[in-house]
């Protein structure tokens, strides 16, 4: 097995599900292995930020003013280089709109949620998703580009203020305020996409705070609530970093 | 705030309980502090080993048995070191039986579980501890030497029985098997110590596993149980680890 590299911290609860869906991942995939003592795990190595500092310097459309941000995470890269990692990856989607950055000069290879998600769609013939997630993931070009090479169509909630109808919900779960957010999601979902289009569309919950809405679905890679067809990123993207890990 | 090594995967559960503690002193610690933005969080770095490598190479009283171990677990520390931890924990009682070797030539202090246990005892007027733990926590003498410094008397099962018999309870924690298990511990530590002496002893569970007995004392780092005082080490030890990350 492959040494993983995570950067985390961005959010800590998030860092868990990802260090532990990895785990899980390695005992299921030594279920019907031969090995003496306990299960084997993969060496992992963790940069936990600190997600004050990581907000505090996020940047704007200026030119330049990510510049304390990308340094941030770049070292954090180095660091796991440093420490032996052969994968890295960001136990967060909103990091990803600036991978680029992130990854320049670093030799070890990223596994991208934006290719874990491109490719399950394009494995199960999914050509259209709706992405929810935090302000950066649904205002920057990233998303949609990441996923465009697996042929797959990403779309955004269109208006402002649908936007900030999914931050309400994201901040309500942040809180752990998980009563009324599946329904509050399926009513953006609906305002978002028309029922015709919903039956070729898929939502995305691009942030792990996000799938707290949906308590009984947390450790699936996709689900249905009321007709609609959802993909939870976290378990998919962990799921991808097992299966690099483990070739 | 010191940023924060931590040697996991000890097992991996076991880490997570360690992080989870740590970032929730955290938000604690802040609580009534003023900032902007999201509650400042430590830089946390983590090496998270593979169980199967480092049980299958624990080694014997024979001289230099011990050494792919100790390789292993110093080569995790000299990567914490590298990667700018200012103090080292291991997240995990059993290895803290060779805290000494692992942290020969490390110049980054660790904040060993021992002198976590040691120094509340001391607050709290404790002089005798029953230590309930893995093989080698109970077959050698570190804890006890540990713990000495504070004035503090540990006492292991005295008998192989009695020894065996916490394994067991241990073994099925580790498979979530908790039912009866509260009840099966209460009836060791009775074994162990007379009613009379049990006034003036406080049980240690030295292992995450059985912490997992208590249900709804899980984040406490001491409780009691049908009239016995109980302690829970990594509670505790996860407890002095951000205070002096803190300081």
């Not at 090995?35 to 030119?63: A, D, Q, Y």
């Not at 709109?97 to 494995?123: M, T």
């Not at 169509?153 to 269109?158: D, E, H, T």
């Amino acid at each position: 097995m492959k040494k993983i590299g995570i950067i985390g911290g961005i959010g800590w609860p998030s860092t868990i599900e990802y260090y532990r869906l990895i785990c899980e991942a390695s005992q299921q995939y030594h279920q019907d292995k031969v090995f003496t003592g306990p299960i084997p795990m993969p060496e992992i190595s963790i940069e936990s930020l600190n997600l004050n500092f990581t907000v505090n310097n996020r940047g704007s459309s200026e030119p330049g003013s990510w510049l304390k941000w990308d340094e941030c995470f770049k070292k954090a890269a180095s660091r796991l280089q440093a420490s032996g990692a052969e994968l890295i990856v960001l136990a967060s989607v909103t990091p990803h709109a600036r991978l680029k950055e992130i990854s320049d000069g670093i030799s070890v290879p990223f596994v991208s949620i934006y290719e874990s998600i491109g490719a399950h769609c394009q494995d199960h013939n999914i050509d259209n998703v709706l992405v929810l997630g935090t302000m950066p993931t649904m205002t920057t070009l990233a998303f949609k580009n990441g996923v465009k090479a697996f042929g797959v169509n990403a779309i955004y909630p269109s208006t402002d203020v649908l936007k900030e109808q999914v931050i309400e919900v994201i901040e309500a779960l942040y809180q752990y305020k998980t009563q009324g957010t599946a329904l509050a999601i399926d009513r953006i979902v609906r305002a978002c996409v028309s029922d015709e289009d919903l039956k070729n569309t898929v939502v995305c919950l691009g942030c792990t705070d996000l799938t707290l809405a949906f308590e009984s679905s947390l450790d699936k890679a996709s689900f249905d609530y009321k007709g609609v067809g959802y993909l939870n990123a976290s378990v998919l993207h962990a799921a991808t970093v097992y299966q690099a890990c483990a070739q």
